[in-house]
């Protein structure tokens, strides 16, 4: 907790957390701080000592820092009399960037060639208030053939998105709406894949990620079950043809095909699929499943 009289920074929180790139990440959940201010996020200031934005208006957070003690001058704080650091960061990022690494590596001994059936596709719609965490519909859609089935779970969301870590984000609705499509048939998650010859398709990365273990990675291995990652936007690396390559070796693929955002999409390996089977089962257009997720996503939602 930041002690009263005294500031600290976004970044300096970032830091704490592990990852200097969670910078706006800390800045965005402040702003929909529901426990303003006994969470005093009224603390954090920018980092030349501005004040920033503040959900209930910058006037007011010039107020309370004054009550507290703390001078505001026209260029707002003087960090070197009022900043304050964390003497013992928990530093809880840089520990899941870790285990990233660490099983993005393991990763590449675990992808197989397969061909699969049938398709399930999540994707998540977010909304809410200004103030107060956001709620999220996950929804978990089942494609063979002409055999269609959607389940949906709406919940709330109490991180903000911090770039390469989208699971600490998403991985509960759309887990919580993937046990709700399983349970419809009488089956746990896994036996639901099996049985049905399913690969999952995750709007985020897999392979195609800093650490090579992103949302679509991290979901499979947590559940057991293969997935692939089907991204709307380049995270990283540079389109070779149509090989992404990042750091000499080919993480994902370009595909040309309109999205719900644009004209082109990214294919990576998620968990225990080779990025070739990856390629081959989505095929030269973004997945109908996928489309069905999204637009059931935001349905739901209303």
Known sequence: MIPKGRVTTYGRIARALGDQAAARAVGKALSRNPRAPDI???????????????????????????SEGVDVGESGVDLGVYGWDYAHPPAPLKKVAEEQRKLGEEERTLVHEWSFSSQVAVDVFYGGEEVGYERACASAVFLRGNDLKVATSVCEVTSPYVPTYLHLREAGPVTSALYSLASSFGEDVQTFFT????????????FMHPRR?????????ALGIPTIGVAKSLLLGQVVGQDVIDGGEVVGRLVKGRTPSGNRFFVSAGHAVS??????????????SLLLAHEKARCSFR
Request: proline share 3%.
């Open 40 to 66: 005093p996020c009224h603390r954090v200031v920018m980092a030349d000592g501005g004040l920033g934005g503040y959900a209930f208006g910058v006037e007011n957070k010039c107020l309370r820092l004054k």
């Open 195 to 206: 049985s049905n010859d399913a690969v999952l398709l995750v709007d985020g990365d897999g």
């Open 213 to 221: 273990f992103g949302f679509a990675s991290s979901l499979g291995y």
């Open 275 to 288: 990025l070739n089977s990856a390629v081959k089962l989505v095929g030269d257009s973004y997945p109908r």
